[in-house]
């Protein structure tokens, strides 16, 4: 989370800021960023890519069914892929640095969390991974997590292209906390930016 070169096109939205938030010193959770590199090295090995933009081409919002299938095609095509070998040794080094505590497995879209967009909610995330061999497989659902119905709604109506969706995973440790929640610099009821809510539990 230390690294300069996590941007936001490397990084994704929720990398690039979880190494804004260590670099200015805040108590972040240990982990790392599985870059968008991997995600296309992974993508092109596996020789995928024509595939999928032809499974998608001309696809309606609108035709849930036909999104639906679109979207199973292509998740099950990522779950039988497999990871090349040296970013495979790079991801099981990472994580023998957090010394095998449980983590969280986080998707970080390149077009998530922007000033006028928001994938908060389209690409999966998967908590309490303990093992490199889960640590692997989550990675590969949350790549794969690019490809829900909803992503691929997500990204027809706001008019972006689906060739140049990447995806950074975020590997964190998980924290034993009293209490949980999130903060919203803006109402999400009002859109008002004066104000903050906090939505909180133990």
């Known amino acids: 989370f230390d690294s300069s070169e996590a941007t936001l096109a490397r990084a994704g939205g929720k990398g690039m800021n979880l190494a804004r938030l260590t670099r200015a010193g805040f108590a972040v959770p240990r982990g790392f960023i599985i870059a968008t590199d991997a995600y296309r090295q992974f993508v092109n090995d596996n020789r995928w890519l024509p595939a999928i933009l032809a499974g998608v081409e001309n696809l309606s919002a609108e035709d849930s069914g036909a999104l639906e299938r679109a979207s199973s095609q292509i998740r099950a095509a990522f779950s039988a892929g497999k990871v090349p ?118």
């Open 85 to 202: 070998g040296e970013l495979e040794a790079s991801i099981r080094a990472a994580y023998a640095e957090l010394e095998g505590n449980p983590v969280a497995v986080r998707s970080s879209a390149t077009a998530e969390d922007l000033p006028d967009l928001s994938f908060a909610g389209q690409q999966d995330t998967y908590l309490n991974v303990i093992g490199a061999e889960k640590l692997l497989e989550a990675v590969i659902q949350c790549w794969s997590s690019l490809w829900t119905s909803r992503a691929i709604v997500y990204r027809i109506r706001n008019g972006i292209d689906h060739g140049e969706a990447a995806l950074a995973v975020v590997v964190q440790e998980m924290v034993q906390s009293e209490a949980s929640g999130v903060l919203f610099t803006a109402n999400p009821l009002t859109g008002m930016r004066s104000e903050s809510v906090i939505d909180a539990t133990f």
